[in-house]
């Protein structure tokens, strides 16, 4: 009996192995995907962030703005040029009022280039630039908290009971104040953006499973936590890849099944 049990056994483990054989070599046979073409598809394009171009119109226009405001501060309101002049350029408006609803018109450009920095900077997270969003998280929300201060210190000026003439010179030292404090921040945020359009660099994570494959001591990424790190950071940071690698699998599924269809 011991010796007929194995045979009995042993036809159906054939059949086994040659129905595993036959999917295998079905496998085989199948439309194969080459390697380069697999990289190509998947590689995509570097996009750079278009906020330079805002940020310089917007330097622009403070410096405009900052120049008509000292000529009518002096022309107008302080009454140094021809009051004709000012009178058939402004009307009946006040040459101080002139000055206050440019500011809030400025203030109102700078809210909508803060809204479109942070449109472009979250595009590029979500292409996988976590550092270069990390490092201008508080950069491109400085120049509105700086535009807003500016605002408050103009209506504790507009609010203070001096005479005209102190007071108009108090609202160009303010103006003259928000102008060196904001063109700095506008300038330095400009040039960190175009160095990153310039380097054209690949996702955060691609750059490190490059520096791990060549490296000879591949460094720790910081994905993990490590001493002397926020663990509110550490997660924060975590939360951002697992994110950008959800985005990735589902864009790379795609693009097998295009390939595949396709071969």
Partial sequence: MDSKGPSLYAPAASSVDISRSTEEDSLVD?????????????RREFQTVPTPCHA??????????VVLSMCVAVLCV???GQKEVCASI???????SVIVFGKVFLWFLVLLFTGCVQHHHSQARSRGYLRFYRQTQRLKHLPLIVYSLGNVLLLVVL??????TIQTYMLLSVLGLEFLVALPCL?????????????????????????????ITSLPTETGFREGSSLEEVVEKQADLIEYLKQHNTLLS???????AQH
């Fill in 78 to 80: 302080l009454e140094l």
């Fill in 159 to 164: 609010a203070v009971q001096v005479s005209p």
């Fill in 254 to 260: 795609k693009r097998l099944i295009n390939l595949t």
């Fill in 30 to 42: 199948g439309p194969l995907i080459s390697a380069d073409a697999l990289h190509s598809a998947i």
């Fill in 187 to 215: 300038l330095y945020y400009t040039v960190q953006v175009m160095r990153f359009n310039r380097e054209q660099a690949a996702p955060d994570v691609s750059q490190e499973e490059y520096s791990h494959t060549y490296s």
């Fill in 56 to 65: 310089g119109l917007l330097s622009l226009l403070h410096v405009v703005y």
């Fill in 90 to 96: 402004l009307g009946n408006v006040r040459g101080d």
